[in-house]
């Protein structure tokens, strides 16, 4: 009878400060930080002012994570359609990965935060690449938490890029079509280190994955906010674990 009262003392959920389950946390929390812009215009700022608050709200997102176990966090950064924007304000973009890392880049390294990067990221402009690379060599010994950037990103460029490679696979002979599955092509996606996402978060209002992880995303819950980037604070990101550990997660099939 006491090893089986231990058993069940051990596997009793441990809550968090929180009030969450550590038990019951996402694995791989996605979020599309959106709302930068109208965040400034609604102070009356330019747009660049409204970036620079979000980069600064990142910084605080990434702490808060690691905090309450979050294992693995992806973070929609830039994605393909957005060299649509105006280009003083891509050129603005393309910096600030520079002065983020400039300032954040020992704290990651003393939380044991291993950054990664999904995306294009070779069309990304020099200086951009530059300090890519050198975040990548200061984090890839790290064992803590992985926090992906979405930079030069898109789902439906992953896929056929995805389904480029293997078709070449088979073209060489090192493959045939009755050999692709879902976990064959998930190998080839960019996130192949990674869990597929269970909890994607978007702020600002809008209700839409706006071509983010639409291969991964397939069985995640989603979470919208009408909280624009900036204000996002762990009170609400708290609130979206809160609401994630109240679902019922089937997967299609019935519990």
Known sequence: MVPKLLARFRKK??????????????????????????????RGLPRFAGHHAGMKRLRQVIRDCDELGIRCLTLYAFSTENWKRPADEVEYLMRLPAEFFATEIDELV???????????????????????????????????MIV??????????????????????????RASAEDLSEER??????????????????TSGELRMSNFLIWQAAYA???????????????????????????????????
Not at 116 to 141: S, W, Y
Not at 185 to 198: A, I, K, R, V
């Open 13 to 42: 959920p441990r809550e968090l400060a929180s009030g969450l389950l550590a038990e019951n946390l996402p694995a791989h929390l996605a979020i599309i930080m959106d709302g930068n812009g109208r965040w400034a215009n609604r």
């Open 110 to 144: 003393d939380r044991g935060v291993r950054v990664r990067f999904i995306g294009d990221t070779a069309k990304l402009p020099p200086h951009t690449q530059e300090i890519v690379a050198k975040t990548l060599e200061r984090t890839r010994n790290s064992q803590g």
């Open 148 to 173: 992906n950037f979405a930079l030069n990103y898109g789902g439906r460029a992953e896929i056929i890029a995805a389904a480029k490679s293997f078709a070449l696979e088979v073209a060489a002979g």
């Open 185 to 202: 092509f998930s190998e080839l996606l960019s996130t192949c280190h990674l869990p597929d996402p269970d909890l994607v978060i978007r």
């Open 221 to 255: 819950e989603l979470w919208f906010t009408d909280v624009l980037w900036p204000d996002f604070t762990r009170d609400v990101l708290i609130q979206a674990l809160r609401d994630f550990q109240g679902r019922k997660r089937r997967f299609g099939g019935l519990k």
